[in-house]
């Protein structure tokens, strides 16, 4: 059964390790994380943004797919499906298909209309007790080709939405999603510092967890952050993964390639990854 974020983020906090929350974009990413979950003892997020969703056939497809998932691979460990980065609506529709978890991200939004909107959102996802994750101070990341640099969000702001009763809070301290640019800065820890003794026990969240260093992220991770986000690196490592099966020349007979023979390295790929990164962080056998 899928469970709300809530309880795994509190004990990370208070035990100083991270749950990782990996983005899915199919059946094979979504088993091969919860396989790699199981077989490691750890909590684990499923991240779902709006374009997967609709790339998945809809919010409700996913719940059922992941509902079944857990049911047939016999997965025990803790479990959220969270939306990441919702817009207004696509949180209400999130929540609706059963989502447990819900990532409101007001920060495009002046910090009024971030904490009145996500006011709305403690009141929606307390009532069916989901887990909410707010946002301040956007995450850069590329768009138009241009690489923005990571913004550094207001510790002021982010007790203001802290206090709203969140369960979790997305801060920016320089990370951006993506690849990181040559000439990247490093995360900020000053600012989280700030951030992390303004919001008192609230687990922080690290989004952009592609290619960060490892010893920014324990550091981070020392400083309060209890979630961290990858992406990126499970894109990677399937692609290299399928490319490398494609040019081995691995095809049916010259038929084709097998749809399931195709997939199945880069399956492993992330399966791998995403190990290496519980590792990291601190979570295996913390479920
Ligand atoms: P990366 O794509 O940089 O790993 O970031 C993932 C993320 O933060 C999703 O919200």
Redesign the pocket.
Known sequence: MLVSAKEMLNKARDGKYAVG?F?INNLEWTKAILLTAQENNSPVIL?V?EGAAKYMCGFKTIVGMVNGMMEELKITVPVALHL??GSYEGALKAMEAGFSSI?FDGSHYAIDENIAKTTEMVKLTSEKGLSLEAEVGS?G?EEDGVVGAGEIADANECKAIADLGVTML?AGIG?????YPSNWKGLSFEALEKINNATGEMPLV??????IPEDMIKKAISLGVAKI???????LVFQEATRKYIEAGKDIEGKGFDPRKLLAPGFEAIKAIVKEKMELFGSVNKA
């Open positions: 929350q983005n991240g943004s990441d980065h990532m995450i990341g997305a990370n951006i999603h993506g690849k690290l989004h952009g967890g592609t290619g986000n990858v992406n990126t690196e499970c894109q």
